[in-house]
């Protein structure tokens, strides 16, 4: 495509854009990109001081594709009507508003919804968390390199619906499947269910409580160790907080059922990283040091991002005193030679310690990666029940299970 359809497209995708409750640099790129000087495809670094008007929002150079988009007072009625009625039948209508719920009635006051039944027999056998419980984390890490096979974490609890369906599975959902979850994923290295985008939905969202969330999960799945992702020194929230606030907040989420605590930095930043992991590990934790990944380490020429990096990266977590090494691949870039070639480097540098890699099926090359990644001596992956795996979620845990039946992995 020629440039000048290149940049038509993107006034299109900028118009059509919604986005709410912050404010947007969209105006801005607006006026860059209908501005004749850059239309030419000919600009400079000094492009924009030197034209201080791109600065101004003005709406009447746009090209609209039609009348309402030329308004910002009816861009995204129509949605913003749907949203408030959607809100309104899963929140109810609002009683700090006025509104009297035992005058409005509901063909669906029973809850219809099916709890799951557990297999008739089934017990508690305390499962992977009783190792973890009884040998501590340096034991369990032991277990871990010394088990036979491939062991798995189910991030349908947090990461799965984080990814398709924006956080907002509600705890009494996730409490209908609990007890049958026990049983069924109770050999399951661990349960992903805590911590990223949930602590903020659940409250800002869904008006619960995060920490009534995890010790009601907790109480009906005893037997799955419950692991939780921190944002190292930012914790669960967006800015650094003080030492003594992540060090507090890892030790009430550890009473209160988190047993092990994937550390990672978006970018690697080791500083963020040593806070909290040094947090996790001070409240008794399982610490899982998580290097987030991108670029192509079997690429050479993708540049800072090689091998070398990732290794000295991982050597530094091992001197901080992980318990385990995981590869975040939180875009999906993750390729199954790729995966190969850094779980092999790291199973041979880092012989004693257990390797946790995670990815998302974006490119739907997840299920690949991740037996490429067993192959080489990866102890654990991440998958998500069918049902909510794919696409930006993780590979599905039925596949993977499927095409590792009756091999060594």
């Known amino acids: 495509s020629s440039f000048a359809e290149t940049v038509a497209r993107m006034k299109r995708v900028l118009i059509e854009c919604r986005i709410r409750g912050v404010k947007t640099n969209i105006p801005f790129l607006l006026n860059v990109l209908t501005h004749p000087e850059f239309e030419t495809g000919v600009v400079t670094t000094a492009f924009i001081d030197e034209n201080p008007g791109l600065k101004k929002v003005s709406e009447s150079a746009w090209n609209f594709a039609n009348e309402e988009q030329s308004d910002q007072r009816k861009v995204g009625a129509k949605e913003r009507l749907i949203r408030y009625l959607a809100n309104l039948a899963v929140n109810g209508h609002p009683v700090e508003l006025g509104a009297d719920p035992t005058k409005i009635k509901s063909e669906h006051s029973v809850d219809m919804t099916k709890k799951l039944i557990l297999p008739e027999g089934a017990t508690s056998t305390g499962g992977m968390r009783k190792i973890l419980l009884e040998q501590g984390p340096e034991g369990y890490?032991?277990?871990?390199?010394?088990?036979?096979?491939?062991?798995l974490m189910d991030t349908t609890w947090r990461d799965a619906h984080q990814s398709l369906l924006a956080t907002r599975m509600r705890t009494k959902e996730?409490?209908?499947?609990?007890?049958?979850?026990?049983?069924?994923?109770?050999?399951?290295?661990?349960?992903?269910?805590?911590?990223?985008?949930?602590?903020?939905?659940?409250m800002r969202f869904l008006h619960e409580c995060p920490w009534e969330r995890l010790e009601s999960l907790r109480e009906k799945t005893p037997d799955i160790p419950f692991q939780m992702l921190l944002r190292g020194a930012n914790a669960?929230?967006?800015?650094?907080?003080?030492?003594?606030?992540?060090?507090?907040?890892?030790?009430?989420?550890?009473?209160?059922?988190?047993?092990?605590?994937?550390?990672?930095?978006?970018l690697n930043y080791v500083d963020n990283l040593k806070l909290g992991v040094d947090a996790a590990g001070s409240?008794?934790?399982?610490?899982?040091?998580?290097?987030?990944?991108?670029?192509?380490?079997?690429?050479?020429?993708?540049?800072?991002?090689?091998?070398?990096?990732?290794?000295k990266l991982?050597?530094?977590?091992?001197?901080?005193?992980?318990?385990?090494?995981?590869?975040?691949?939180?875009?999906?870039?993750?390729?199954?030679?790729?995966?190969?070639?850094?779980?092999g480097?790291?199973?041979?540098?880092h012989p004693n310690t257990p390797i946790h890699v995670h990815t998302h099926d974006t490119?739907?090359?997840?299920?690949?990666?991740?037996?490429?990644?067993?192959?080489?001596?990866?102890?654990?992956?991440?998958?998500?029940?069918?049902?909510?795996?794919?696409?930006?979620?993780?590979?599905?845990?039925g596949a993977l299970v499927s095409m590792l039946a009756g091999t060594d992995a």
Not at 289 to 303: L, Q
Not at 345 to 349: G, T, Y
Not at 382 to 388: C, G, N, P, S
């Open 363 to 397: 490119p739907g090359t997840g299920i690949a990666s991740m037996i490429a990644a067993a192959e080489a001596g990866a102890d654990v992956v991440d998958v998500a029940i069918d049902a909510m795996s794919g696409m930006t979620s993780q590979p599905s845990m």
């Open 283 to 311: 409240a008794g934790g399982f610490v899982e040091g998580a290097m987030s990944y991108t670029g192509n380490v079997a690429d050479p020429t993708k540049g800072k991002y090689n091998l070398e990096y990732y290794m």
């Open 345 to 349: 480097a790291l199973r041979e540098q």
């Open 314 to 343: 991982a050597d530094e977590f091992v001197d901080m005193g992980v318990h385990s090494l995981a590869i975040k691949d939180m875009a999906g870039l993750l390729t199954p030679a790729a995966a190969k070639m850094l779980v």
């Open 174 to 202: 996730l409490e209908r499947c609990a007890e049958y979850t026990n049983t069924a994923l109770s050999n399951a290295f661990s349960l992903e269910m805590w911590g990223g985008a949930t602590f903020d939905v659940a």
């Open 141 to 151: 890490a032991k277990a871990v390199r010394e088990h036979k096979g491939l062991l």
């Open 236 to 266: 669960v929230g967006y800015t650094n907080y003080p030492d003594n606030v992540v060090h507090k907040f890892c030790k009430q989420a550890h009473a209160s059922g988190i047993d092990i605590f994937r550390v990672f930095d978006s």
